[in-house]
């Protein structure tokens, strides 16, 4: 149960923060489990996506039309 981790968490937080030896290693064994490769192709964009918690949702975006600051390049 997710509940029954914390103190593990808070404990692997605590020895990545030290940071050392033992960090490192908890780094290495821990990136198998938590590494997500990039897409390599389209298709493995697409599915990507159709499984995002927001697949089916429908949404809007808009552009910031504001002009922005004043730069000087001087």
Known sequence: MPADDA??????????R???DEAMMVRDALAPF????PARTGAELVAFLR????????LTFERDRTEGRTVDFE
């Open 51 to 58: 499984n995002s918690p927001l697949a089916g949702e429908e």
């Open 18 to 20: 030290a940071g050392g």
């Open 7 to 16: 103190g593990l968490v808070k404990s692997l937080a605590g020895v990545l």
């Open 34 to 37: 938590t590494t997500v490769e």
